[in-house]
């Protein structure tokens, strides 16, 4: 008897613990999302590197919420000390209306643990070191006017900064929901982690989305404000850069940018030292150790408890919907500003530069380079517009991050 009392006590036991008990409608919509997630990470490839871990950070936080759990303390009375079998030898006494309690202290989970990398704000900037690794900005450096369109295409970020605080979200909140415009995943959360923390889940997994859609969500905003001719022009090929003009280009653009506007500093420091690593040619070893192994790791931990973030109870209300509406909106205006100020210099130059290559000055590397080439090549099959994409689209990674700094240094 004693057995089986023993064994239902068991079964009753799990069975309280188990999700079936403790999770609420909202975890089961999350887990249902994250399931979406995991499918368009793996079955339609959108930003599987980073959408993948961050669905199953996502889907773990639902379905155990401890995960994300963090340390604390039980106080425990001499009698239930006792009674748990507990031994107080060692262990620091409170004294509280005059009964003494020891300190029963209790570890935080894995993902809580992990998460203080995004918290103290230490993996963007890592991974904007392996991105400086595997970055060749020589066609920033053979056509500097491309970095006008990079500036360019951040001028959504601060219109939707102002759109953001008419919506009645505070500066700190509107800072980190307008960076999203940028495209450019570790900036946002970096940016996020200093001014709206509480954003986390919502702000990166809207970053993410909007970078796997930059197939989908640029070339009709492209082809809207483009003619026919304009997208059909075929650029001059780039002139060489030499191995000196890359080894400066970092060391002059960190130290311009450290002076001027210090609150950038980490992001662009490291973004030009992995850079530096990679143009130098004297040390391969870490070049290729911080362009895979290190930025491996570190994109398996900032994804996975990046997902951890978006607990159904954070994730779904409706200032959710709104951050996703505002960054869509940041996105397509960053898109609209490169593109428009791609006609002002095809003007200019009368008729030398291809506005197409403006879109790229988002700073999703090196897709929406890509997606210039690709809607430039459907009007015109003999053009080439990768290579001059792309410096718009470094620089946009250069410029998403000085943003970043600027929106630190007024409402941070």
Same mark, same amino acid.
Not at 22 to 34: D, E, H, K, R, V
């Given at each position: ?213 930059? =197939?989908?969500?640029? =070339? ?107 960054g869509l909106i940041a996105f397509c205006m960053g898109t609209a ?76």
């Amino acid at each position: 008897m004693e057995i089986l009392t023993g064994f239902l006590d068991a079964v009753k036991g799990i069975f309280y613990s188990s999700g079936l008990v403790n999770l609420n409608w909202q975890n089961y919509a999350m887990i249902a999302i994250s399931c979406v997630l995991l499918y368009l990470a793996i079955k339609k490839q959108y930003e599987p590197l980073l959408l993948l871990p961050i669905a199953f950070g996502m889907l773990l936080v639902n379905l155990y919420p401890e995960i994300m759990s963090p340390p604390s303390v039980e106080l425990l009375t001499q009698q239930q000390a006792d009674a748990a079998g507990f031994n107080t030898a060692g262990h620091a006494v409170q004294i509280i209306d005059g009964v003494k309690y020891f300190e029963n202290p209790t570890y935080g989970g894995l993902l809580y643990y992990l998460y203080q990398g995004v918290k103290l704000g230490i993996y963007p900037p890592l991974i904007f070191l392996g991105i400086g690794c595997m970055t060749d900005f020589g066609p920033l450096i053979a056509n500097p006017k491309s970095l006008i369109l990079g500036a360019a295409a951040q001028i959504g970020i601060f219109i939707t900064f102002t759109g953001a605080i008419f919506l009645g979200f505070t500066e700190a909140e509107a800072g980190a929901i307008g960076i999203i415009g940028g495209a450019d995943g570790p900036t946002a959360i970096y940016v996020t982690t200093k001014l709206a923390p509480h954003l986390l889940g919502s702000i990166a997994i809207a970053a993410y989305s909007y970078m796997a859609l930059v =197939p989908i969500i640029q =070339p009709p905003i492209m082809k809207l404000l483009t003619t026919k001719k304009e997208r059909s022009v075929v650029m001059e090929q780039l002139r060489p850069v030499s191995k000196l003009e890359k080894i400066l280009f970092p060391i002059i653009v960190v130290i311009l940018i450290a002076i001027f506007l210090p609150d950038a500093a980490p992001l662009v420091g490291m973004l030009m030292l992995g850079n530096l690593f990679k143009e130098s040619g004297v040390v391969d070893r870490i070049a290729k150790a911080a362009q895979n192994e290190l930025m491996n790791i570190i994109t398996i931990f900032l994804g996975t408890t990046v997902g951890a973030t978006a607990s159904g109870t954070n994730f779904l209300k409706f200032d959710t919907i709104k951050i996703i509406v505002l960054g869509l909106i940041a996105f397509c205006m960053g898109t609209a500003f490169g593109v428009l100020f791609g006609k002002l210099m095809y003007k200019f130059t009368g008729g030398k530069i291809n506005p197409l290559i403006g879109s790229a000055g988002v700073s999703a590397v090196p897709m929406a380079a890509r997606v210039s080439q690709k809607v430039g090549q459907q009007e015109n099959p003999g053009n080439f517009l990768l290579m001059h994409a792309m410096g718009p689209n470094v620089a946009g990674v250069i410029g998403s991050a000085v943003a970043a700094g600027v929106l630190l240094n007024v409402v941070g």
